[in-house]
């Protein structure tokens, strides 16, 4: 029996199990029981990061994931390409863990983009090191950029972060825009801590000419301290920025954005918010998640993961792939259930899955 060590200790899992596809219409594209189709992949490529969010990683990171175990740059352009031709994506984002962490960033983007055709590459990031190394990125192909922001106060990052780094983040901010990857959007993940430097962010992402995005914290933090009831929601949030921003909702919105948005001052600018856990957007979801170690997961919260390494590199075609990622997505979960009184937290934290 294979099994593979998810890089969080004492967890061992099955990854032999081929998910069932009973019921499963004869059509190419990722669907599911629920009626969506899944447009949108994340892959995440590492686990290893330059700064230990509190909300996200624990203080000593996560334990490293042998290289072997791994997918190559090639083993990911090769799902990218599967995804892309045979399953309907048009989206491909790369995440971690700190894409910036794997040195062959750039040649996984470029061998991604050769097979990507009219779908979207981009990445999530928190900055670090970007700006030295913008340009190659852009060149290999990359076309769109997050930048994880969650405070501008400089002690206070390095409190939540456990690592002094603002400057750098600011580097690479300057440095994404210079690049002109705009418009550029910054993440926040709303926490009770940074409820009242909220409104100092947003005003700083206003005068940099950035689209913030507050994100409600999800229970995904290794050190598993996130409660509901001490949970910032974006009703309080509201409240916070409303007494410096005058917000009013746009006539016309984008449906398919988990964002709800919102004008700032009536002009031009939007700060949006993601109420994942108050207001779940699960039944219009329409993601698919690559691991690092090349499990399919279907759902941030669903802990089945449909192992497509060992297809990979057992020299299984195109077809086969597609076929067992189909399934993988045929399995996934109606929601999150985080308002649920039997809800319990997935296995993996969201630095081993890929936000
Ligand atoms: N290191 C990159 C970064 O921070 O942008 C990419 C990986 S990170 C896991 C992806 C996104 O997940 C970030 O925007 C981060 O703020 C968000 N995130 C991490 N933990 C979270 C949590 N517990 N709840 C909500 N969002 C979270
Ligand atoms: Fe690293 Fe991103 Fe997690 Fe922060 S949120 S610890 S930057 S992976």
Redesign the pocket.
């Known amino acids: 029996m294979t099994q593979l060590d998810l890089g969080i200790p004492g967890i061992r899992r099955d990854l032999t199990r081929v998910p069932s596809t009973v019921g499963r219409p004869g059509v190419p594209g990722l669907v599911d029981r629920f009626g969506r189709t899944a447009r949108d992949l994340r892959i995440s490529i590492t686990e290893k990061?330059?700064?230990?969010?509190t909300?996200?990683?624990p203080a000593q990171g996560l334990p490293s994931i042998p290289r072997e175990d791994l997918l190559t740059a090639t083993e990911i352009a090769r799902l990218v390409g599967i995804g892309v031709r045979d399953l309907g994506v048009h989206d491909v984002r790369f995440?971690?863990?700190?894409p910036l962490m794997r040195a062959d960033l750039a040649e996984i983007i470029g061998l991604s983009s050769a097979v990507a055709g009219d779908a979207s590459i981009s990445m999530?990031?928190?900055g670090?090191g970007l700006d030295h190394r913008i340009h190659e990125l852009v060149a290999a192909g990359l076309t769109r950029i997050n930048i994880?922001l969650d405070t501008v106060d400089r002690d206070h990052f390095a409190r939540l972060?456990r690592r002094d780094r603002l400057p750098a983040v600011f580097a690479g901010i300057q440095a994404a825009k210079d690049a002109g990857l705009t418009p550029l959007k910054i993440n926040a993940?709303l926490m009770r801590d940074t409820l009242a430097g909220a409104a100092d962010l947003l005003g700083w992402s206003l005068a940099n000419g950035v689209r913030l995005r507050f994100i409600e914290q999800m229970p995904l933090d290794a050190d598993e301290t996130w409660a509901r009831d001490n949970m910032v929601d974006a009703a309080e949030l509201l409240d916070v920025l409303g007494v410096r921003f005058e917000l009013t909702r746009p006539h016309r919105e984008d449906v398919h954005s988990p964002a709800e948005e919102w004008l700032v001052n009536g002009g031009l600018a939007t700060v949006g918010i993601i109420a994942s856990v108050t207001r779940s957007f699960c039944e219009a979801c329409d993601r698919t998640r690559i691991t690092a170690e090349g499990t399919v997961r279907s759902c941030l919260f669903g802990d089945d993961e449909t192992d497509l390494r060992g297809l990979l590199r057992d020299g299984a075609d195109d077809e086969t792939i597609a076929n067992r990622w189909r399934a993988a997505m045929w399995g996934k979960q109606a929601g999150h259930g985080m308002s649920l009184p039997g809800f319990t937290r997935p296995v993996r934290s969201?630095?081993a899955i890929g936000?």
């Open positions: 990061c330059s700064l230990r969010c909300y996200c990683m995440t971690g863990g700190e999530t990031t928190n670090i994880s972060t993940v969201m630095g936000g």
